[in-house]
């Protein structure tokens, strides 16, 4: 069965960085995206970054200059560096999988705050 460990959240001051990560166990197969999601309370749950198996990217405009997504396809695992974080960056963030037959997978999120 497969299943993604984040970790890497917690509570950071405005201006503040955290790291994310992201790994994928279970024999996931072929894994060719690896996304990062967030949703705040009330709200629905948003694409923030996402990177294919070749390393292209694709973000948010909210979160561009700020956040960088990056993986290593060795080791299964998936980050995003978080910069110049801003109160409403808090939320529960997901890691989210896509495999070569399209199954996808979820993690079960890790909470990022950001303080004023």
């Known amino acids: 069965q497969v299943q993604l460990v984040e970790s890497g959240g917690g509570l950071v001051q405005a201006g503040g960085s955290l790291r994310l990560s992201c790994a994928a166990s279970?024999?996931?197969?072929?894994?060719?995206?690896m996304d990062w999601y967030r949703q705040a309370p009330g709200n629905q749950r948003d694409l923030v970054a996402a990177?294919?198996?070749?390393?292209?990217?694709n973000y948010a405009d909210s979160v561009k200059g700020r956040f960088t997504i990056s993986r290593d396809n060795a080791k299964n695992t998936v980050y995003l560096q978080m910069n110049s974080l801003k109160p409403e960056d808090t939320a529960v963030y997901y890691c989210?999988?896509?495999?070569?037959?399209?199954?996808?997978?979820w993690g079960q999120g890790t909470q990022v705050t950001v303080s004023s």
């Open positions: 989210s999988i896509e495999n070569a037959i399209l199954r996808r997978y």
């Open positions: 279970g024999s996931p197969y072929n894994i060719q995206t």
């Open positions: 990177i294919t198996r070749s390393g292209s990217t």
